[in-house]
């Protein structure tokens, strides 16, 4: 995809001021030139443009408020005079993996007064005797070069950073608001749950309760049926024993006037 149709892409029906970051990476430059970026961009705080074949910045337009700005794995060797001309506030720039083979190639950098962070990897340059002694005396406004001050100190994570960097740092917050809101409701449905659950086992154990209680009576009658089961056995047998002992006193009156009559 060639440069102007990416960035008509990334704008997704915003227009040019309401953009403060743009990334056209491995897209494709014409001709080695920047290609439909124009001074509209007025808002713009970060660019970057890695591997999209550049041989030249001549074509940046001008943008006072870009602050960073990403031009590694391209083939530019010089004319950076234009950076300082166009991009007056730009604190960050990263050059790594051109063609810049000398120190002097660097000095129109000088005029870029707020320049803070300097990345040259991959480059020729660094592979001068006293490198990184030459460029910090060339460039004094400069606190890391590839990433280290001059006391060879790596630049912490908030020096890396654009300040206010980030397009949507006003949607993430209103992002991280309504997902507080949705976790809270999350929270109150589970609750919510929770306490359904709760009815529901609690209402198991009244019915368990209430079965007991039933057997319990079923238990009790049973058992009051078969103690009159046994009232009634016994008291068959109470008579029964009284039958027979009315007989045996019978029979021994009868044995007893035999007896007499013999007599």
Known sequence: MDMKKRIHLELRNRTPSDVRELVLDNCRSVEGKIEGLTAEFV????????????????????????????????????GLDVLAEKLPNLTHLNLSGNKLKDISTLEPLKKLENLKSLD??????????????SVFKLLPQLT?????????????DSDGE???EGVDDDEDEEGEEEEDEDGEEEDFD???????????V?????????SGDEEDDEFGQDGEVEDEDEDEDEDEEAEA???????????????????????
Request: aromatic share 4%; hydrophobic share 25%.
């Open 144 to 156: 890391y070069l590839d990433g280290y001050d001059m006391e060879d100190r790596e630049a912490s």
């Open 120 to 133: 040259l990897f991959n480059c020729e340059v660094t592979n001068l005797n006293d490198y990184r002694e």
């Open 202 to 210: 609690e209402g198991e154990d009244d019915d368990d309760e209430v």
């Open 43 to 78: 808002n713009l705080e970060f660019l970057s443009l890695i591997n999209v074949g550049l041989i030249s910045v001549s074509n940046l337009p001008k943008l006072a408020k870009l602050k960073k700005l990403e031009l590694s794995d391209n083939r530019i060797s010089g």
């Open 241 to 263: 024993g009284k039958g027979q002992k009315r007989k045996r006193e019978a029979e021994d009156e009868d044995d007893d006037e035999d007896d007499e009559d013999d007599d």
């Open 190 to 200: 589970e609750e919510d749950d929770d306490e359904e659950d709760e009815e529901e």
């Open 162 to 164: 654009v300040d206010g």
